[in-house]
């Protein structure tokens, strides 16, 4: 059956050998090693697996009270209920500084 003199490789292990050490471009799918932070053929920014530490999880906080705070901006203005609309947009506006510098730290912390 196997005549060539390479020894058979198993698909899987390969796979999850290619998988310990090698990352793949989504968008050229070229391949790339574990500390290649930007596709050396077409430039695209690598995924990196998310990781579940208190600065992505504040991330994801804020992001939820800043969706929730727009839609309360959204009540104040179009409705009689929710109080100031002033004050809603000022804490709309507030979280979105915070959530786009805790972005900035980040994407900041690796180097
Ligand atoms: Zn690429």
Known sequence: ???SGEAPIDPLAEA??????MQRCKVCE???????KECLNC???VWEPPKSDFKTKGL???KWFFL???A???LTLFTPWGGSFITSISVTFVLL???SSWNEMLAGRNE
């Open 43 to 45: 430039g695209t920014k």
């Open 1 to 3: 059956m196997v005549a």
């Open 72 to 74: 309360w901006s959204a």
């Open 97 to 99: 500084l915070v959530r």
């Open 68 to 70: 929730f705070s727009v």
């Open 16 to 21: 999850t050998y290619t998988r310990a050490i």
């Open 60 to 62: 994801a906080v804020i």
């Open 30 to 36: 070229a391949s790339l090693t574990k500390e290649e």
